[in-house]
Nanobody, 127 residues
Framework: QVQLLESGGGLVQAGGSLGLSCAAS????????MGWFRQAPGKEREFVAS????????YYGDSVKGRFTISRDNARSTVYLQMNSLKAEDTAVYYC????????????????????WGSGTLVTVSA
């Protein structure tokens, strides 16, 4: 089972940018489809972005489309989330998640389908 560790959270002003990283441990990390989810205080966990294990396919939640970019570097077993034009409503704990993919083109958007989770990193956007 892969283990995940997020980094890069912090405080940023609205309109600014922030990048998150998720380091995956395990020899088969490159075989996992990866995703980012977030949870704001008092709200349910929300899908943010996902990427297939080969990096060729990505998918975004409507609220971040056009502002966030997910990418991965399998040589470094790391997935990234570049967040631009941040809004106060982007404030949340951001979680990295993974699921072993039998097809390198698969990606997942439902948190119930993910088998491994990081502990999360807090992103706070000040208005």
């Amino acid at each position: 089972q892969v283990q995940l560790l997020e980094s890069g959270g912090g405080l940023v002003q609205a309109g600014g940018s922030l990048g998150l990283s998720c380091a995956a441990s395990g020899r088969t990390a490159s075989s996992y489809a990866m995703g980012w989810f977030r949870q704001a205080p008092g709200k349910e966990r929300e899908f943010v972005a996902s990427i297939s294990s080969n990096g060729g396919r990505t998918y975004y939640g409507d609220s971040v489309k056009g502002r966030f970019t997910i990418s991965r570097d399998n040589a470094r077993s790391t997935v990234y989330l570049q967040m631009n034009s941040l809004k106060a409503e982007d404030t949340a704990v951001y979680y990295c998640a993974a699921r072993f993919a039998t097809n390198p083109r698969y990606y997942y958007t439902d948190s119930n389908n993910m088998s491994a989770w990081g502990s999360g990193t807090l992103v706070t956007v000040s208005a």
